[in-house]
């Protein structure tokens, strides 16, 4: 890796519809540990995934502007839904390097799976827009896809969160067994035993919310299927795009992690993502975007 005096110390922008994304940012942080952050959290409009492709969009334009303005060296956009609806327009429309989080997910399914049948679970918006098996068969044209659209893991993930203490994947696969595990276990099987029964061996979790999830997710489809997420993935190809253009950070630079939401809430946003991201969020700060003309 090159990494030299000369690097770029502006931080990553990185953003989704709220708590999700911090998946993502965790293993940016791990991969990269340099590297200075400013998260976007666009709780104040979250969930993302009922919502028309076209007004999903028009957020990512607003927030990737907002991260341009504030100096960001590339994008991040770690929101399947807001990737499936923006990523190309946004890539189209802004200079620094932008990416998502579907063609990483895409990508590292294709290298999982053994028996070619590969099962999707993400967002009304992001399976409608086909973006994952596009690029699953973009990829390799001899794969089928089953696809299903599993919202309400979204309010599951979020409702963990908000009871949990400690981090939330404890909570989800332990201590949730008396609260929220009977209920989900009753969505996750109408959810999933259809697509258990098209002999899927790999399934993306296709929402960034998903992985607070995993072990539960896991425990319903049953150990023989592989569970991918994009943020690693997604990681990676942060530290090669960095690499590529010499701005990665050295390891011992000293990074800035800056967190807004949209919410009104900043002590929530700062109590909840600190779960999620494993670490104190010490900036957090409220941001009103401006509307869209
Ligand atoms: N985290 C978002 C995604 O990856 C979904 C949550 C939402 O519906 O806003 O698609």
């Known amino acids: 890796m090159r990494t030299n005096g000369s690097y770029n110390p502006a931080p990553i922008g990185v953003f989704d519809s709220g708590f999700g994304g911090l998946t993502v940012a965790r293993e940016i942080v791990k991969a990269l540990p340099g590297e200075s952050l400013t ?9 993302y995934g009922p919502r028309d492709l076209s007004e999903v969009d028009g957020f990512v334009q607003q927030i990737c502007s907002w991260l341009v303005a504030q100096g960001v060296k590339m994008i991040v956009i770690a929101c399947n839904t807001a990737t499936a609806a923006g990523l190309a327009h946004a890539q189209k429309e802004f200079s620094v390097p932008i990416i998502g989080v579907v063609e990483p997910g895409a990508r590292a399914a294709v290298h999982a799976t053994r028996n070619g049948r590969v099962g999707v679970i993400a967002t009304k918006a992001t399976i409608e827009s086909g973006a994952y098996a596009n690029a699953i ?63 899927i061996d790999t399934l993306v979790l296709g929402c960034t919310h998903y992985p607070l999830l995993k072990a539960l997710i896991g425990a319903v489809i049953g150990r023989e299927v592989t569970l991918i997420s994009s943020a690693k993935e997604a990681a990676r190809d942060v530290a090669a795009i960095l690499d590529r253009k010499g701005a990665m950070a050295p390891s011992d630079a000293q990074p800035v ?25 010490e900036h957090v700060e409220h941001v009103t975007l401006p509307e869209i003309s």
């Open 39 to 47: 998260y976007v959290g666009d709780s104040a409009r979250c969930p």
């Open 137 to 199: 068969r973009h990829i390799d044209a001899g794969i089928t896809v089953f696809s299903t659209a599993t919202p309400r893991f979204v309010e599951i993930a979020e409702r963990g969160i908000r009871m949990a203490e400690g981090p939330v994947e404890d909570y989800t696969s332990l201590a949730s067994k008396v609260y929220i595990r009977p209920a989900f276990q009753e969505i996750a099987q109408d959810y999933l035993d259809p697509l258990r029964r098209c002999g």
């Open 257 to 281: 992690l800056r967190f807004y939401t949209t919410g009104e809430d900043v002590d929530e946003f700062r109590s909840f993502g600190g779960r999620v991201l494993r670490r104190p969020l």
